[in-house]
């Protein structure tokens, strides 16, 4: 999927394809929590590639976008920072999953983690569509001083 996904983001906003990518994840979760009772290999295999997809399709656009947004000589600095997110990421939701599964009563935590996993890809859906509208952009300022520049010095000549 990162290769397909890479050359779309070549050609479309990172917030579209990375909405649609967290769609297809939250829907991914649905179907798993609404596999049968004893499910074959099969049945299980598909919507975790569905997970999978929806995955890809939200991670090479948004690594794309956090690497190209930085300035050429902190490139490495943005994807430091992005694989730090994306670990940060991965040891809250596995806390998470294991709160809910001690919490969970009757043996449904697994069932109760894919439906709030599901409702956590919605709203994550819907904030990465807000990256398409103007009024969630912060404009940036003309110049910023730098670490060795005075901040009274005046700004580059117009």
Known sequence: MAPFAGRLADRYPAGILGSIGLAIVGVGFVLLA??????????????IAVCGGGMGLFQQPNAR???MAAPRERSGGAG???GSARLLGQSIGAAMVALVFG???GGRGALTALVLAACF???ATVVSLT???DFVRAGRPEHEPSVTEPADAPGPAA
């Not at 609404?34 to 919507?47: C, M, N």
């Open 131 to 133: 990256r398409q509208f």
């Open 34 to 47: 609404v596999l049968p009772a004893h499910p074959g290999t099969g049945d299980i295999l598909w919507r």
């Open 65 to 67: 976008a956090i690497v």
């Open 80 to 82: 430091a920072i992005q």
């Open 103 to 105: 919490v969970s009563l």
């Open 121 to 123: 890809a919605a709203v």
